[in-house]
Nanobody, 115 residues
């Protein structure tokens, strides 16, 4: 089992920035992928960004150039730096951990961007 604890999020005006972090603990093996999904009201959950233990990253097109995902493997922690936030970024953001067998999810944190 893997437990994920998220922190960060909140309310910000359009154009502002927020940081999210997610710490994993439990049965963590060396090779895994961590990242963030988000789900806005009435929409399906979408992958925002991911990063492997080797540092390979992937972003949804809508956040490229604005969001940066990073990780600290020693701390089993993934981060999401969100710049130039827009109202359409408003959603619940979920951290995830994938070890090629199972996907684990964080509890979700609300990000609200006001116009």
């Amino acid at each position: 089992q893997v437990q994920l604890v998220e922190s960060g999020g909140g309310l910000v005006q359009a154009g502002g920035s927020l940081n999210l972090s997610c710490a994993a603990s439990g049965s963590i093996f060396s090779s895994n992928t961590m990242g963030w999904f988000r789900q806005a009201p009435g929409k399906t959950r979408e992958l925002v960004a991911s990063i492997t233990t080797g540092g390979n990253t992937n972003y949804v097109d809508s956040v490229k150039g604005r969001f940066t995902v990073s990780r600290d493997n020693a701390k089993n922690t993934v981060y999401l730096r969100m710049n130039s936030l827009q109202p359409e970024d408003t959603a619940v953001y979920y951290c995830y951990f994938w070890n090629r067998i199972t996907t684990y999810w964080g509890q979700g944190t609300q990000v609200t961007v006001s116009s």
